[in-house]
């Protein structure tokens, strides 16, 4: 079992800045693939990024140059930098993970509880 443990949300002004975090811990041999989805209410779930094992990274159209997504390997945690912050960008950000348990097993796929992202004045 793999678990996913987001933290960084929070209030912020419109114009501002937050950087969202999420470890990976659990029954992991690697990691294919990490991402942030969000969920705004009444809408449904949409990725905001992508991040391979090779750093290979996907953005959807609404926040290229505002977001970046990183990764730290060795702490199998993904990061979403957050700029010049939206109130359209309130939501409750989810990360994900494609994970293999071991090296000859295929990957499931696991989700983290969820941090919500409140962009207001």
């Known amino acids: 079992q793999v678990q996913l443990v987001e933290s960084g949300g929070g209030l912020v002004q419109p114009g501002g800045s937050l950087t969202l975090s ?6 992991i041999f690697s990691i294919n693939a990490m ?4 969920q705004a209410p009444g809408k449904q779930r949409e990725l905001v990024a992508t991040i391979t ?8 159209d609404f926040v290229k140059g505002r977001f970046t997504i990183s ?30 348990h071991t090296l000859l097993s295929g990957t499931s796929r696991y989700w983290g509880q969820g941090t919500q992202v409140t962009v207001s004045s």
């Open 71 to 100: 990764k730290d390997n060795a702490k199998n945690t993904v990061y979403l930098q957050m700029n010049s912050l939206k109130p359209e960008d309130t939501a409750v950000y989810y990360c994900d993970a494609d994970v293999a």
């Open 53 to 60: 094992s090779g750093g290979r990274t996907n953005y959807a």
């Open 22 to 27: 999420c470890a990976a811990s659990g029954s």
């Open 35 to 38: 991402g942030w989805y969000r």
